[in-house]
C-alpha cells in the first residue's frame, strides 16, 4: 500500500466499496523502508479503511532454510526477489479465502505490457483493477484524486500522501532497488507501448516519432515475451481500445 500503484488502488476501492469495505494489508520486508509503511498507513487514514501489519521475514527465512540445499554456491537474484512477492501473494489470497474477501492485483499496464511482475505473487487476485491504467496516468489520476477530492481545510491533506507521488517507483525487493533500474523512464516507455499496443505502430515508425532503435526494439521484445504472463492474470477493467485479456491475441510462443 505504500506505492503508487496500491494507493490508486485502494482509493478505488474505497470509493466503489466503502472504505469499511476495504482492507490494506501491509507486507514490509527486510528491504522495505520505513517511509513505505509510514505512507501506507497515512493513505489508509485518509480513506478511512482498515489495515492489518503482517512482516515477512521470518517466511522469507523460511524458504531460505528449505532452498538452501538447492540455491548452495549461487548468488541471490531475482528467485530470491521473486520469492517475496510470491509470498505476499500467497498470504494475500490466505486471507481472501479465510474471509470471503476479493483480492485486488495492483500491476498497471505498463508493468504488464513488459512483464515487470511476478506470476503467483503480485499479480494474484481476482480482479486486476488498473492493468489498463499506464504508469504515467496512474500519476495523472492520484494528481486528479487530490486536486478533486481533498480531505478538507480542517486536516489541509490530500488524499495521497504526497510522499507517494514524489518518491522514485521501486519494488523494495532487494537494497536500494528502483523501477528505473530495470526499465526505461516511465514517460518513454508508456508512449513507446501507446505507439505499439493502441496505434499498431510498427518499429520503424515509433523510431520515426524519436525513439531509439534499441529501445524500442528492446520494449517490443519483452511485450511479446511476457504474454506467458498476461494470459494467466485476472481480469482487469477495460478502459482503452486494446486493453490486454478478452480480446487481445498474440502468440505465447514463435520463432523471433
Known amino acids: 500500500?505504500?506505492?503508487?500503484?496500491?494507493?490508486?488502488?485502494?482509493?478505488?476501492?474505497?470509493?466503489?466499496?466503502?472504505?469499511?469495505?476495504?482492507?490494506?494489508?501491509?507486507?514490509?520486508?527486510?528491504?522495505?523502508?520505513?517511509?513505505?509503511?509510514?505512507?501506507?498507513?497515512?493513505?489508509?487514514?485518509?480513506?478511512?479503511?482498515?489495515?492489518?501489519?503482517?512482516?515477512?521475514?521470518?517466511?522469507?527465512?523460511?524458504?531460505?532454510t528449505i532452498l538452501s540445499p538447492l540455491f548452495a554456491d549461487t548468488e541471490p537474484d531475482v528467485a530470491e526477489e521473486n520469492i517475496q512477492a510470491r509470498i505476499r501473494g500467497n498470504l494475500l489470497m490466505a486471507i481472501a479465502n479465510k474471509f470471503g474477501r476479493l483480492l485486488i492485483s495492483t500491476g498497471n499496464k505498463s508493468e504488464m505490457a513488459v512483464g515487470y511482475c511476478t506470476l503467483y505473487g503480485?499479480?494474484?487476485?481476482?480482479?486486476?483493477?488498473?492493468a489498463d491504467v499506464p504508469k504515467t496516468r496512474v500519476y495523472a489520476l492520484c494528481h486528479w484524486l487530490n486536486q478533486t477530492h481533498p480531505l478538507g481545510a480542517d486536516r489541509g491533506l490530500p488524499i495521497i500522501p504526497s510522499s507517494i507521488l514524489t518518491k522514485p517507483p521501486s519494488a523494495e525487493l532487494k537494497?536500494?532497488?528502483?523501477?528505473?533500474?530495470?526499465?526505461?523512464?516511465?514517460?518513454?516507455?508508456?508512449?513507446?507501448?501507446?505507439?505499439?499496443?493502441?496505434?499498431?505502430?510498427?518499429?520503424?515508425?515509433?523510431?520515426?516519432?524519436?525513439?531509439s532503435p534499441a529501445l524500442a526494439q528492446q520494449v517490443i521484445q519483452l511485450v511479446q515475451r511476457s504474454e506467458f504472463k498476461r494470459r494467466q492474470a485476472p481480469p482487469g477493467l477495460k478502459i482503452t481500445d486494446r486493453a490486454f485479456g478478452t480480446g487481445w491475441r498474440m502468440p505465447i510462443a514463435k520463432r523471433s
Open 1 to 64: 500500500m505504500g506505492g503508487i500503484d496500491s494507493a490508486l488502488v485502494a482509493a478505488i476501492a474505497a470509493a466503489a466499496l466503502g472504505p469499511e469495505n476495504v482492507l490494506g494489508v501491509l507486507m514490509p520486508s527486510p528491504y522495505s523502508s520505513e517511509h513505505s509503511v509510514q505512507d501506507a498507513l497515512a493513505l489508509a487514514d485518509n480513506l478511512g479503511i482498515s489495515t492489518s501489519l503482517l512482516p515477512i521475514a521470518e517466511a522469507m527465512q523460511t524458504y531460505e
Open 175 to 211: 537494497p536500494g532497488q528502483l523501477d528505473q533500474d530495470s526499465l526505461p523512464a516511465y514517460d518513454q516507455l508508456d508512449d513507446i507501448l501507446y505507439r505499439l499496443i493502441d496505434q499498431h505502430q510498427s518499429l520503424p515508425q515509433i523510431v520515426a516519432a524519436g525513439h
Open 122 to 130: 503480485d499479480m494474484n487476485g481476482g480482479l486486476a483493477a488498473i
